[in-house]
């Protein structure tokens, strides 16, 4: 099982920047991946970015691609989610998830609030 502990989110002017950090503990093992998702009122819940251990591959949204970037810090076993440039239709609750081996994104963190508004 794996646990998640997020952080960041908040108030920001369009062409803001923030940063959110999520970190991983239990058994995660060697092989796993942590992926940000965001989903808005009303809307389906969207994949943004994900990094995969041990190797560190990076997958990324078209929409968010140039934008923001994904990172992590293996010896806290933590993602971090950069994101520059950022527009009001970016506004979304966003969570952060692990996925073990090649399974299916089953832990999840508790979401933070991202809002982008004049």
């Known amino acids: 099982q794996v646990q998640l502990v997020e952080s960041g989110g908040g108030l920001v002017q369009p062409g803001g920047s923030l940063r959110l950090s999520c970190e991983a503990s239990?058994?995660?093992?060697?092989?796993?991946?942590i992926g940000w998702f965001r989903q808005a009122p009303g809307k389906e819940r969207d994949f943004v970015a994900a990094?995969?251990?041990?190797?560190?591959?990076?997958f990324y949204a078209a929409s968010v691609k140039g934008r923001f970037t994904i990172s992590r810090d293996n010896a806290k076993n933590t993602a971090y989610l950069q994101m520059n440039s950022l527009k009001p239709e970016d506004t979304a609750v966003y969570y952060c998830?692990?996925?073990?081996?090649?399974?299916?994104?089953?832990?999840w963190g508790q979401g933070t609030q991202v809002t982008v508004s004049s």
């Open positions: 998830a692990a996925a073990v081996g090649d399974g299916r994104y089953d832990s």
């Open positions: 239990g058994r995660t093992g060697s092989d796993y991946a």
């Open positions: 990094i995969r251990w041990p190797i560190g591959n990076t």
